[in-house]
């Protein structure tokens, strides 16, 4: 079975400054996806940023990058210039190509962004 | 169009009592999944339809819990007899066809709490 830690409950940054989230997980797998879901104080959560293991080349979207070492099992979020908008508890996920189905969660980490 | 919604969206209920939730996945999408998220922890999955296959209830945390849908339709995740620890957000979320690439769009759950 798969797991996926996350060891920051809470962090806080200020405003224009720049976060690293931490995520770990583990597999015994070689293909699957990593993802990073923000959930804001309205629950719904929403897809971030997704990796595909197989490729080497870290993922960006606009200021969200991640740290993907697979060796490692790591997976961390980059949050640059944080806004007042990226409040929020964000969830680290894995999904194995295998069985396309349930994603599995971390514990979450709540970020706090500061003026 | 209009994104995936779910009702109620609180629900309280007391210990032993039956609750239906209800999820009306985004039009065209084949995958459904549900999952549960208690009180500062991640989402827990319970179950998936693809649709007209078997669902994956591997998820289901005891015989109270159940699931239906029709084929691309409205799904409702039923808990018999609720306890106390049945407490918890239940989200839904659904998808185009079950691959691992493929985004899941999550509702803005069900929040119940068993008296």
């Known amino acids: 079975a798969q797991t996926v830690t996350q060891s920051q409950p809470e962090m806080s940054v200020q405003e224009a400054e720049t976060v690293t989230l931490s995520c770990t997980y583990d597999t015994s797998e070689s293909n699957y996806y990593l993802f990073w879901y923000k959930q804001p104080p309205s629950r719904q959560m929403i897809l971030v940023i997704r990796q595909e293991a197989y490729k080497q080349q870290n993922a960006t979207e606009n200021r969200f990058s991640v740290n993907f070492q697979k060796a490692a099992k790591s997976f961390s979020l980059k949050i640059s210039d944080s806004q007042l908008g990226d409040t929020a508890m964000y969830f680290c996920?894995?999904?194995?190509?295998?069985?396309?189905?349930?994603?599995?969660f971390g514990t979450g980490t709540r970020l706090q962004v500061t003026l | 169009g209009a994104g995936v919604s779910q009702s109620p969206s609180n629900k309280v209920t007391e210990k032993g009592k039956d609750v239906e939730l209800r999820c009306d996945p985004i039009?065209?999408?084949?995958?459904l999944y549900w999952y549960r998220q208690r009180l500062g922890q991640g989402l827990e999955f319970l179950i998936y339809f693809q649709g007209n296959s078997a669902p994956d209830k591997s998820g289901l945390p005891s015989d109270r819990f159940s699931a239906e849908r029709t084929g691309e339709s409205v799904s409702t995740l039923t808990i018999q007899r609720t306890q106390q620890e049945d407490s918890a957000v239940y989200l839904c979320?659904?998808?185009?066809?079950?691959?691992?690439?493929?985004?899941?769009?999550f509702g803005p759950g069900t929040r119940l709490t068993v008296l």
């Open positions: 039009s065209g999408h084949t995958a």
């Open positions: 979320a659904s998808t185009w066809a079950l691959l691992a690439y493929n985004e899941q769009f």
């Open positions: 996920a894995f999904m194995s190509t295998g069985t396309a189905s349930k994603l599995t």
